[in-house]
């Protein structure tokens, strides 16, 4: 998991996740576009930084050509790193599946994040994992 600090025009700060898909490119949401972003690598817990952390500034960012801010359709967005992540026994890349993988319903898959479990709770300042079904979309 990649965690990013992201510092907006207006001067707010907030964070999003996002995956390592190659040493040079992070995945993430486009609503997590800002001015500037960081990125840490290697993190589990927030609060206390770890030998295994790579801090790395974003040097561009690639959100989808048709993201709709109001809908959130192709909330998608590619991260270009200043500079390539080192890959260690706590940084590793996730590959983009190819147009012949499809995920079949019913499969368990797995999220993670340092979001919220609850509405009212405050975000998580440690990784967090959830294993969850694919539902069907015509369901």
């Given amino acids: 998991m990649a965690h990013l600090e992201i510092f907006t025009d207006q001067g707010y700060v907030f964070n999003c996740g996002g995956f390592l898909i190659s040493q040079e490119?992070?995945?993430?949401?486009?609503h997590c576009k800002g001015r500037t972003i960081t990125v840490t690598l290697g993190a589990h817990d927030m609060k206390?930084?770890?030998s295994t952390w790579q801090k790395i500034e974003v040097k561009k960012q690639f959100p989808h050509p048709n993201y709709d801010f109001f809908t959130k359709?192709?909330?998608i967005m590619l991260l270009q790193l200043q500079t390539k992540a080192k890959l260690t026994h706590a940084v590793g890349t996730i590959p983009l599946p190819t147009p012949s993988m499809f995920v079949q319903p019913g499969r368990m898959c797995r999220a993670a994040g340092w979001e919220k479990t609850e509405v009212t709770e405050p975000v998580s300042n440690t990784l967090r994992e959830v294993k969850l079904r694919l539902m069907d979309a015509k369901a």
């Fill in 25 to 30: 490119f992070v995945m993430t949401a486009a």
């Fill in 48 to 50: 206390r930084q770890e």
């Fill in 73 to 75: 359709l192709n909330d």
